[in-house]
């Protein structure tokens, strides 16, 4: 069995979806979340330390530190 929806069927669907997810599993997405800025902290400390000098290991992890703060 098929099944179509239409475009304008999909989008009220995919919100309720969306804030199911958000509701029931904060967890997870403060998770994911966390782990998006901790990889632009880190890319932008790599970045940094390329033009200037090298960083190290618990400089990075505490630039990492005072952007989730």
């Known amino acids: 069995m098929e099944i179509i929806l239409k475009d304008q069927e999909i989008r009220p669907l995919l919100e309720e979806i969306l804030c199911k997810l958000l509701l029931e599993k904060k967890d997870l997405l403060k998770e994911v979340i966390t782990e998006v800025i901790e990889d632009v902290a880190l890319s932008r400390a790599i970045a940094e330390g390329r033009k ?4 190290t290991k618990e400089e990075v992890l505490e630039e990492i530190e005072s952007k989730l703060k």
Do not use: E, L, P
């Not at 200037?52 to 960083?55: A, S």
């Open 52 to 55: 200037n000098k090298f960083v």
